[in-house]
């Protein structure tokens, strides 16, 4: 906000686009500053350290004004007399004046004292409604003249001489010349004779000596002008009369495409000097046309005084129009109207869709909202809720302020590596005045394991097409760079401009060469499109496994008015103008590549619709691991239907043949509800391996006799509680209505005996409480009850059952399980107070 306007503007996606309260609105108008006539060249000059200050000649009287446009003084007059055409303060000396003015020849004139006395420097006739003189903005010792009948001049000492450089390159009549920002060698020359033959445009590569035609207009006679930005040299606009035709190329003057037409026939045209999406047109005649966004939209302003064939912007809220009849400052009112504050709040985003990978099968799920409400803050919830399954996580967000939004992490979620899922959020706030946006669902699939990239393309330079890209097609390109990008984040994307592309033209994208996929991988992009009236563009994508030399299509996508479904382009409705996309109005996909792809390419075929944009296109590869989903429990933990606590065992994957070698390994913490020790193993490949269970007080147990077949990558599961021949050697104890894995192996020596009674009765006698591994039942204390069921299965001589078990192995564990029960026996025989069997919990 500032002096020059009533209402905030604000900006979501870092300045590439402005906008301004709901209500608010801006008045344009030109108001006259000075009357004079004679001005038929664009005679504006600013002055080049006082940013208050700009001159402006009118016939031979030189104005100044000190106070941005708002009163002119007349300061000098040109001696000689005539009409100027181009006018200019030298940067180097403000005493010095260069001008072209019309007489008996024309001239190029020159005042080194502030304009009080002129010396004639060159003598040739020019164009009746030409700017034939240019200075070098970024040399200003540098002055070009382009007179009528042929030759281009150079000086190189502040005008004070020229010399004839080009070898009296037949020019016909040059209305405009410019040079390239930040490249002195590089000049443009626009050529035309009115109302006669064929206008053109010309360029140079080494200042003038040698020249290229780079563009005709065949329904146009005459460029009046042309125009460039220091914040993007490969961007210029060319005016054209007859006709509102307005010209642009984005390749540094090599190729020149019809970009928009507007009523009237075009004359003087401007940057601002400090936005490059702000561009003023005159025209021969009223109105102005005045674009803020690069062109996709122009606003017409009506002006009197003739034709507008000087035109200045130096800054947004700065510009300056010179007509024949006199000179014009743009007049820009705010206004802001009170507004209510409307409740309504939205889900935004899902997060992560289509295919992802993960680390481990439990993740923190998230998502954004947004409180649309533009005065207020705003608390409400949001609910997420999956399926398959009964994941259900609601949130609180408290006090998101006005027309922000935020991310939102779920409860954790432990997902089936390589299921597909249905993913809703919605959002709830009393009285929601817009409830059509409180909901929003879509699907993921989520696997074990990790992401490969084979593709990342941001379009972050300006560059294009980038290293190793490609575009193909006949007729003038209309793939090209774009300063805009996906969601506002970023520095740029990929454009087809569809808008200007006549009916029926097919050109390609074709990305670099990749890594060829395997099944699973997918290509993923951002996008925006709005469509114009009926006209259907298309966007058909394909995929080659041999490096291009043949393509199959993936998906054929449109975009129309009607457009609708998975295959539409569409992402925002039609602008009515040439479309280009603010921070919302994009979208993403997700396509499946087919195994062996090895070059993607965007295929665009025009329907003279509206303008397509796409960006962040990748690649990416799943390493997929292995999920495994086992069911087990200790014995002392059963708590009824449930387990006394959750807690961590390691999972071993262990080859089926001596030496039963490790594989691989799981360190993972079981549920207390559902029993299940979500594993995952990462080196694993497909085959048979034993499941050997690894738990800090539980008998160590193997999986049932002969192993279990697992497939790398596929989701599996496997179930100790459901039956004995589980575990190997039936080494499991029915408990309740499960197998379960014994429990009171304190010391993980592979039996339950006496030395496990010692441990659990000496914590039981000192009252031990916490995460012990003589707390056998889970309950954070030890006791008798420990004690008891460790008692129970040292009776029993209860011990490890492996592959690697022997006979003499179960005749040796047997004797040792004897020996120690007995010393513990004979121990407490003598002592039988010291086991704290009356402690309670």
């Given amino acids: 906000m500032s002096s020059l306007n009533g209402v905030i503007i604000y900006t979501t996606n870092a300045g590439t686009t402005w906008s301004m309260p709901t209500g608010a609105t801006v008045a344009l108008s030109w108001v006259s500053k000075l009357v004079a006539s004679g001005g038929i060249g664009n005679n504006l000059s600013e002055h080049p350290f006082d940013r208050n200050a700009m001159f402006v000649v009118y016939g031979s009287t030189v104005y100044v004004s000190r106070n941005r446009g708002e009163n002119w003084t007349n300061i000098a007059t040109i001696t000689g007399g005539g009409s100027a055409h181009s006018f200019y303060v030298s940067p180097l000396d403000t005493n010095i004046w260069m001008v072209a003015i019309t007489g008996s020849p024309d001239k190029v004139k020159r005042s080194t004292n502030y304009g009080a006395t002129w010396t004639d420097i060159l003598s040739a006739n020019f164009s009746n409604y030409g700017q034939p003189l240019e200075m070098d903005q970024n040399d200003p010792n540098n002055y070009y003249f382009a007179p009528d009948g042929g030759g281009f001049y150079r000086s190189t000492d502040n005008g004070a001489s020229f010399t004839e450089i080009s070898g009296a390159y037949p020019f016909r009549s040059p209305c405009d010349l410019i040079v390239m920002w930040d490249s002195s060698k590089v000049i443009y020359l626009a050529d035309g004779v009115t109302g006669s033959g064929l206008a053109e445009i010309f360029k140079s590569v080494n200042n003038g000596v040698n020249w290229t035609k780079v563009h005709t207009n065949g329904s146009s006679s005459e460029i009046p002008s042309m125009c460039n930005t220091v914040f993007d040299k490969s961007t210029f606009w060319a005016t054209n009369w ?77 510009m300056l129009n010179m007509q024949t009849g006199g000179l014009f400052k743009m007049n820009i009112v705010y206004t802001d109207v009170t507004v209510t504050a409307q409740i309504d709040v939205q889900a935004l985003s899902l997060g992560q869709l289509g295919n992802n990978y993960y ?61 597909n899922y249905t993913v809703r959020d919605s959002v709830h706030i009393a009285s929601d005045e817009n409830t059509s946006n409180d909901v929003i669902s879509g699907s993921v699939t989520p696997y074990v394991g990790t992401v490969i990239t084979k593709l990342d393309q941001p379009f972050s330079t300006i560059t294009f097409p980038p290293t190793g890209w490609a575009t193909s097609g006949g007729g003038t390109m209309r793939w090209s760079y774009n300063a805009v990008s996906a969601y506002g984040n970023g520095t740029g994307s990929s454009k087809y401009d569809f808008w200007n592309a006549s009916s029926g033209t097919t050109q390609y994208l074709a990305s670099s060469n990749l890594t060829a996929s395997i099944a699973g991988d997918s290509l993923t992009y951002d996008y925006a499109y709005a469509p114009d009236g009926s006209s259907v563009d298309s966007i058909i994508i394909e995929t080659s496994t041999n490096g291009g030399s043949s393509y199959s299509v993936l998906v054929r996508l449109y975009g129309s008015a009607s457009a609708s479904g998975q295959y539409a382009l569409n992402t925002a409705p039609a602008p009515g103008s040439a479309f280009t996309p603010n921070a919302s109005q994009w979208a993403s996909k997700s396509w499946g590549l087919p195994a062996g792809t090895n070059k993607v390419r965007f295929k665009a075929r025009s329907g003279f619709g509206n303008n397509f944009f796409v960006d962040n296109i990748g690649v990416e590869s799943g390493s997929l691991y292995t999920q495994l989903n086992v069911k087990l429990a200790p014995e002392g933990f059963l708590n009824g239907s449930t387990l006394s606590m959750r807690d ?60 279990e077949a697992i497939t790398k990558g596929i989701f599996a599961s496997y179930d100790f509680t459901s039956a004995q021949s589980q575990g190997y050697g039936n080494n499991l104890v029915l408990t309740g209505s499960y197998w379960l894995f014994y429990s009171g192996d304190v010391n993980n020596d592979g039996s339950i005996d006496g030395t496990d009674l010692s441990e659990i009765d000496n914590d039981a006698f000192n009252f031990e409480s916490g995460y012990r591994v003589t707390d056998v039942n889970g309950d954070n204390t030890t006791d008798g009850s420990d004690l008891a069921i460790t008692d129970n299965n040292a009776t029993n001589f209860v011990s490890k059952l492996s592959p690697e078990t022997s006979p003499s192995d179960l005749i040796s564990v047997k004797a040792k399980i004897k020996s120690a029960n007995e010393q513990f026996r004979k121990v407490h025989s003598t002592n039988t107070v010291k086991t704290n069997t009356g402690s309670s919990k």
């Fill in 242 to 318: 007859s006709g509102g035709q307005y010209y642009k190329t984005t390749n540094y003057g090599d190729n020149w495409f019809l970009h928009s037409t507007q009523s009237s026939s075009g004359w003087g045209s401007d940057y601002c000097h400090e936005d490059p999406t702000m561009l003023l047109k005159g025209t021969y005649g009223s109105p102005t046309w005045l674009t803020t966004n690069s062109g996709a939209s122009f606003t017409s302003t009506s002006v009197g005084g003739g034709a507008g064939a000087g035109i200045i912007v130096t800054e947004r809220g700065y």
């Fill in 648 to 707: 961590t065992v390691k999972v071993y994957l262990r080859n089926i043949s001596s030496p039963f070698a490790i594989v691989d390994s799981s360190t993972v913490v079981f549920d207390s509800v559902s029993f299940t020790a979500p594993c995952v193993f990462k080196y694993a490949n497909s085959g048979t391996y034993y499941l050997q269970v690894k738990h800090r007080n539980a008998l160590e147990t193997w999986s049932k006799t002969g192993g």
């Fill in 359 to 419: 680390e481990t099968p439990t993740i923190t799920p998230t998502g954004t909202v947004k409180n649309n409400n533009g005065v207020s803050s705003a608390t409400f919830s949001v609910t997420r809720r999956i399926t398959p399954g009964s994941y259900v996580s609601t949130k609180t967000v408290t006090n998101l302020a006005a027309n922000t939004s935020t991310n939102v992490n779920f409860d954790p979620w432990t997902f089936m590596s390589g299921t």
